[in-house]
T-cell receptor, first 110, second 113 residues
């Protein structure tokens, strides 16, 4: 079992819809959780971080964390074609390194 | 504020040669990380500096990889001698103190022929 698992996609949603991206992790001592957006050929860009159970909203993005279920998700409201990218889930364990999933490719079509 | 910068952006070398990658972190960030992504795989941790000290080098593949961060500013990652399996994109990230948020540089794409 991989430490951080994501569906590779592609996840295709129409413009204006809600995109829901999911991630599960195996290490119960994980403390911090991050979503990165990566456009093709570019570096990962930090878009959301979440540290406690519940929801955290930032503009069109909402991160949700459920530590009991070892589950973290990212919702993108009013999806735009410019949101088309690979979304990487990353989990921080106490030694400070990030453990990444393989990423979910999101396609938003007009 | 300038972001993390890396040099070179691309490097093509032959097996057995030496390559040195450089990373300049965001000014004031004590934490500097190296990661690598090989084709089709997830981004994987290599090592972590706090200032000039190696905090964790558990991800370094073998002793052909040497990382330094003299003076606690920029860092270099040297691969000597390079092997075919070293090909991939090498990312550097830096972070301050806020909940271990890490900000990535543009990466160096290394191709070993």
């Amino acid at each position: 079992q991989k430490e951080v698992e994501q569906n590779s996609g592609p996840l295709s949603v129409p413009e204006g819809a809600i995109a829901s991206l999911n991630c599960t992790y195996s290490d119960r001592v994980s403390q911090s959780f991050f979503w990165y957006r990566q456009y093709s050929g570019k570096s990962p860009e930090l878009i959301m971080s979440i540290y406690s159970n519940g929801d955290k909203e930032d503009g069109r993005f909402t991160a949700q964390l459920n530590k009991a279920s070892q589950y973290v998700s990212l919702l993108i409201r009013d999806s735009q074609p410019s949101d088309s990218a690979t979304y990487l889930c990353a989990v921080n364990i106490p030694t400070d390194k990030l453990i990444f999933g393989t990423g979910t490719r999101l396609q938003v079509f007009p | 504020e300038a972001g993390v910068t890396q040099f070179p952006s691309h490097s093509v070398i032959e097996k057995g040669q030496t390559v040195t990658l450089r990373c300049d972190p965001i000014s004031g960030h004590d934490n500097l990380y190296w990661y690598r992504r090989v084709m089709g795989k997830e981004i994987k941790f290599l090592l972590h500096f706090v200032k000039e000290s190696k905090q964790d080098e558990s991800g370094m593949p073998n002793n052909r990889f040497l990382a330094e961060r003299t003076g606690g500013t920029y860092s270099t990652l040297k691969v000597q001698p390079a092997e075919l399996e070293d090909s991939g994109v090498y990312f550097c990230a830096s972070g301050g103190v806020r909940y271990n948020e890490q900000f990535f540089g543009p990466g160096t794409r290394l191709t070993v022929l």
